[in-house]
């Protein structure tokens, strides 16, 4: 008969169930992707998502005068937990256990934090700025979620590696790419709601073909970046990866397909049951990959064995 968890089991056991329910909440696309994924990574997935969810919210839903002070105190609760392991808000405690175990740590948290504290402050961005925004709100975590998916492999006992550059620059354009598509889906709500402007030399309010067929070019630069490095990730990772740019892929193709006088007013979704067909294609192509390779390394053991055979 299995006893219920109690002490500190049952404290990380229930941080760890606050970070997946703050993801089932917010977000439907990632979390059919992280479906896919084994248990320890998903947790993991969803320890990273919860803590940087809780940022967003500090500088998109608040926006309190105390904003800013806000935010330093959960930086400040990151830090401290990554040194303690420990911290009495569970989504960073969960964050704390994962980055610990993973090598998360502030060479992807102090960039990430700087871009959350640019929103509090920034509201029209030039092309230096939007690329430092870039980097620290997605491109680093992509790179946290890279640290994640190897991490899942790693057997007790066995050192961390760290990851291969080309898999952190895979990392890197992926989280790109993802960024720059929700700047083009959330144009409305960034621009009317927040009072940002994301995209450089481009007003939202005047947006332009030519302004969204270049940033749908930028897009496509990363994407291919991403793809290339897609090999690298684990089986069950590149399956969720591939099943969440499936998605981001059906969502870009939908917004190029959006209007611009459309995209300057409404958010462009992709239905629930799109989104099922895409995430089975995706996971289906990874694996004919996986099972046309098996086979075309099969074929030189096979024509061995035949002539030894012999």
């Given at each position: 008969?299995?006893?219920?968890?109690?002490?500190?089991?049952?404290?990380?056991?229930?941080?760890?169930?606050?970070?997946?329910?703050?993801?089932?909440?917010?977000?439907?696309?990632?979390?059919?992707?992280?479906?896919?994924?084994?248990?320890?990574?998903?947790?993991?997935?969803?320890?990273?998502?919860?803590?940087?969810?809780?940022?967003?919210?500090?500088?998109?839903?608040?926006?309190?005068?105390?904003?800013?002070?806000?935010?330093?105190?959960?930086?400040?609760?990151?830090?401290?937990?990554?040194?303690?392991?420990?911290?009495?808000?569970?989504?960073?405690?969960?964050?704390?256990?994962?980055?610990?175990?993973?090598?998360?740590?502030?060479?992807?948290?102090?960039?990430?934090?700087?871009?959350?504290?640019?929103?509090?402050?920034?509201?029209?961005?030039?092309?230096?700025?939007?690329?430092?925004?870039?980097?620290?709100?997605?491109?680093?975590?992509?790179?946290?979620?890279?640290?994640?998916?190897?991490?899942?492999?790693?057997?007790?006992?066995?050192?961390?590696?760290?990851?291969?550059?080309?898999?952190?620059?895979?990392?890197?354009?992926?989280?790109?790419?993802?960024?720059?598509?929700?700047?083009?889906?959330?144009?409305?709500?960034?621009?009317?709601?927040?009072?940002?402007?994301?995209?450089p030399g481009v007003?939202?309010?005047?947006?332009?073909?030519?302004?969204?067929?270049?940033?749908?070019?930028?897009?496509?630069?990363?994407?291919?970046?991403?793809?290339?490095?897609?090999?690298?990730?684990?089986?069950?990772?590149?399956?969720?990866?591939?099943?969440?740019?499936?998605?981001?892929?059906?969502?870009l193709a939908d917004?190029?397909?959006?209007?611009?006088?459309?995209?300057?007013?409404?958010?462009?979704?992709?239905?629930?049951?799109?989104?099922?067909?895409?995430?089975?294609?995706?996971?289906?192509?990874?694996?004919?990959?996986?099972?046309?390779?098996?086979?075309?390394?099969?074929?030189?053991?096979?024509?061995?064995?035949?002539?030894?055979?012999?």
């Open positions: 008969m299995r006893t219920a968890p109690t002490g500190q089991v049952l404290y990380d056991t229930t941080a760890t169930r606050a970070s997946a329910v703050v993801l089932r909440a917010y977000s439907t696309s990632f979390g059919l992707g992280t479906r896919l994924l084994g248990g320890r990574a998903r947790r993991d997935i969803e320890a990273v998502y919860a803590l940087v969810r809780l940022a967003d919210e500090v500088v998109d839903t608040y926006r309190g005068p105390d904003a800013g002070a806000e935010l330093d105190e959960l930086e400040e609760q990151v830090a401290r937990a990554l040194r303690t392991g420990y911290s009495t808000n569970v989504v960073v405690h969960a964050f704390a256990r994962t980055a610990r175990r993973t090598g998360i740590g502030h060479a992807e948290i102090d960039p990430f934090f700087a871009s959350m504290r640019a929103d509090l402050t920034v509201r029209t961005h030039d092309r230096e700025s939007y690329e430092r925004y870039v980097y620290g709100s997605a491109e680093v975590v992509g790179v946290m979620c890279l640290r994640v998916f190897l991490d899942a492999e790693r057997r007790p006992g066995d050192p961390r590696v760290d990851p291969a550059p080309e898999a952190v620059a895979g990392a890197r354009a992926l989280g790109a790419a993802f960024q720059k598509i929700n700047f083009l889906r959330d144009l409305a709500a960034d621009s009317g709601d927040l009072g940002r402007a994301y995209l007003d939202p309010a005047h947006l332009t073909e030519d302004d969204v067929r270049a940033v749908l070019d930028e897009i496509a630069g990363d994407l291919a970046r991403a793809r290339a490095a897609l090999p690298l990730l684990p089986t069950r990772a590149r399956c969720a990866v591939a099943a969440t740019t499936g998605l981001y892929d059906r969502l917004l190029a397909a959006t209007p611009v006088e459309v995209l300057r007013e409404r958010r462009v979704r992709v239905p629930g049951p799109v989104k099922a067909l895409v995430v089975a294609r995706a996971v289906g192509g990874v694996l004919a990959d996986e099972a046309g390779d098996r086979v075309r390394q099969a074929g030189p053991v096979r024509r061995v064995r035949r002539a030894v055979a012999r």
